[in-house]
């Protein structure tokens, strides 16, 4: 799967530096800016662990399409077998002849 890039996501510091804040604004925003720069975090973090349990996911899929391959190949075996076994117990009465 490929990750696709966030365009134009910039940094909490990052958009700060761009905005050339003075101390008087950034004394100012202060709460707001430690806010949001807890807010970035949580959201780094949710980001990681979600980009974890799809490649969790992703490895569970296999798994499970792996074992239904296998499945599907018992089952056919199972079938052929079956279908032997039903020739050979079946009386030659039971045959369609012309």
């Not at 909490?12 to 604004?25: Q, R």
């Not at 949710?46 to 599907?72: D, F, H």
């Not at 190949?73 to 039903?86: C, D, I, M, R």
């Amino acid at each position: 799967m490929k990750e696709k890039p966030l365009k134009n996501y910039l940094t909490v510091e990052a958009l700060l530096k761009s905005m050339n804040l003075t101390l008087e604004e950034r004394e100012l925003h202060k709460e707001l800016i430690k806010e949001c720069l807890v807010n970035e975090q949580k959201i780094n973090e949710y980001a990681a662990a979600a980009k974890k349990n799809i490649k969790r996911i992703n490895t569970v899929l296999e798994e499970i399409n792996k074992n239904m391959a296998a499945m599907e190949e018992a089952l056919e075996e199972l079938t052929k077998g079956a279908e032997e076994l039903s020739l050979r117990i079946m009386s030659s009465d039971e045959f369609y002849r012309e």
